[in-house]
Structures are given as structure tokens and as C-alpha cells.
């Protein structure tokens, strides 16, 4: 089942009322089923949100995600005991094997390179590279083709409507870095959410290790799934001049967690694979899989 985002931008007052989720504002008042809600984002200071509502949604699996001043996602709570054998699975997380971590890795930072290939050549028409960068990734990418791969990236990442190409990514760049970081925190939280519905720990990576990170797994797990954003990013630079996010822009990002991407045999919107991604690399820690299920971002092939 696609769950919703809900995306609440005015002074409101969130409340419980019969397993319903009860909004209320100046304008209007609404309700929606709390097992249909996947995201809650709220990006108003003045936003009251019950105790009762807030454990109804965490019990639910839902995301709450809160913006700060700049009106980017600056936190969020997850259900910490979302799966039937919890400490079992932290258990084999913790004591995951480094070459197990650097293999996972590697397969991650593939993932991401080739998909970062494809986009390119899906937006500029011409050939590139990254194949090859992609097949230079060693364990634990100890070469950091990552990095080689980000700076080719970024250099030739087209700007429509612009004179030159190439964007300077930074966390606190100009535009349109605001609109790449909105999308990668909804991105972010997204993975969380995954993960932690797979009863995996957030806080411990396999390759970020910030202790200042409490979402180190989800950095590491959303990695491949960064072009969708920057796909999403380069249609709105097409379709709008606007450089500021407003609730418009915001919208039209919050939609690519329902956007088709492609397993083997099937596919699934974007918020199902991240599921489906989390499960197997619990599987990889519990040593029943090898590799993490990755989609292809796109189906070449297919004419929708």
C-alpha cells in the first residue's frame, strides 16, 4: 500500500480522534486515517501536535518530520521498535564483519556511480564515463571513485536555461543547492523509515560513522537514490524560474517518494523499494543475502 505525505505549512492543531488524524487550521478542518499516513512533514513554528496523535503515528510506522526557520527538514521521530525480533537483528548489526561492511559498501557506491551515469546521459544525450568509473570501485572504495565520480558529476550536471553547465554542490549553496537539499532530507527520511521498519539501527553505518550522526545507515543506504533527486531538481529548473522552495515546489519534491522505480520482476513506488532495499540488507547482516536489493532507477525500455 503507497502511504501519503502530508506536507502542513500553516499555524494547525494535529490531534487524535478515533485512529483518525484530525487537522485543524484557520482555514479548515480535516481528517485522514492514521494507517494511510506514511510522512507527516510539518514546516510551521507554531504547529501543535498532540502526545496521543504522535504515538498513534509512530505506532504506525509514520515518519515526523520537522522543518527549521530555513524551511528545510531539520529532525525527525521514528518507531524504535518496529520489528518482532528487534534485538536480534541490532545484535547482528553491531557485530557485522568489516569486510562484510566494505563489501556492502562497494556495492552501494556501484549502485550510486551507475545510476549518476545514467541520469547524465538521460538529460545531456551523450555517452559518458561512469560505466567505467562504476567498475573501478574496490571494497570499501578505497580508491574513493565516489568522490572522482561526484566531481565529473556536478562539473557536467546541465542548468537549464543557463549559460554553462556545472553545479556547485554545497550544503548552504545558492540555488539551486536549497532545492537539492530539500529533496535529499525528504530522501533521507524516507530511507530512515525503511530501515527502521526493518528493525535495523539507524545511528550505526557501514560506512558513515559520524558520532554526531544518528542517521548514519540511512546516509549510507539513500546514496543510490540521490540522482532521483537531482532529476526531480533539473525538471523543476525547466518548468519554473522560481529559485526560492514554496509550497508548490515542495510538493512537487515530496513526489518522488511515489516515483516508479524497477526490480527485476517487478516495480514498486519509490517508498515500497526503499522496503524492500532495507530488508535485504537486514538479510545481508543475518547472512541470507550477499547483496543489497537495489532498483534501477529507470526502465529504459519503458514508454510511460
Not at 559520524?210 to 529548473?237: G, H, Q, T
Not at 532495507?278 to 532507477?297: D, E, M, V, W
Request: hydrophobic fraction near 35%; charged fraction near 25%.
Amino acid at each position: 500500500m503507497i502511504k501519503k505525505t502530508i506536507l502542513i505549512e500553516n499555524k494547525s492543531s494535529i490531534t487524535a480522534k478515533n485512529l483518525q488524524l484530525v487537522i485543524k487550521s484557520d482555514v479548515r478542518e480535516s481528517t485522514i486515517p492514521i494507517e494511510d499516513i506514511g510522512f507527516l512533514v510539518l514546516d510551521n513554528p507554531e504547529i501543535y501536535l498532540s502526545i496521543p496523535a504522535m504515538n498513534l503515528m509512530t505506532e504506525n510506522n509514520t515518519a515526523i518530520i520537522i522543518c527549521s526557520n530555513n524551511h528545510l527538514p531539520n529532525g525527525m521521530f521514528l518507531n524504535l521498535n518496529s520489528h518482532h525480533i528487534q534485538q536480534e537483528i541490532f545484535k547482528n548489526q553491531i557485530e557485522a564483519s568489516i569486510p562484510l561492511k566494505k563489501q556492502l559498501w562497494q556495492q552501494t557506491i556501484i549502485e550510486k556511480i551507475k545510476n549518476q551515469g545514467e541520469l547524465l546521459e538521460k538529460i545531456t544525450k551523450n555517452k559518458n564515463s561512469f560505466p567505467f568509473l562504476a567498475s573501478k570501485v574496490l571494497s570499501g572504495d578505497t580508491s574513493n571513485m565516489e568522490g572522482v565520480a561526484a566531481q565529473q558529476y556536478w562539473k557536467n550536471f546541465p542548468l537549464p536555461n543557463q549559460e554553462k553547465d556545472g553545479i556547485k554542490r554545497e550544503r548552504y549553496g545558492d540555488y539551486p543547492n536549497n532545492f537539492l537539499n530539500y529533496g535529499y532530507a525528504i530522501l533521507r527520511a524516507a530511507t530512515a523509515r525503511a530501515l527502521s521498519g526493518s528493525g535495523l539501527l539507524n545511528t550505526l553505518g557501514i560506512h558513515h560513522k559520524s558520532k554526531y550522526n544518528a542517521f548514519a545507515l540511512a546516509d549510507d543506504i539513500m546514496e543510490p537514490f540521490r540522482p532521483l533527486v537531482d532529476e526531480k531538481v533539473f525538471e523543476l529548473m525547466q518548468r519554473y524560474d522560481e529559485q526560492e522552495l514554496n509550497t508548490l515546489l515542495k510538493s512537487e519534491i515530496l513526489q518522488i517518494l511515489t516515483r516508479t522505480v524497477y526490480f527485476k520482476d517487478e516495480k514498486s513506488p519509490l517508498m515500497v523499494a526503499l522496503q524492500k532495499t532495507a530488508s535485504s540488507l537486514q538479510h545481508c547482516f543475518t547472512g541470507n543475502r550477499k547483496k543489497i536489493k537495489y532498483p534501477q532507477l529507470w526502465n529504459l525500455t519503458d514508454t510511460e
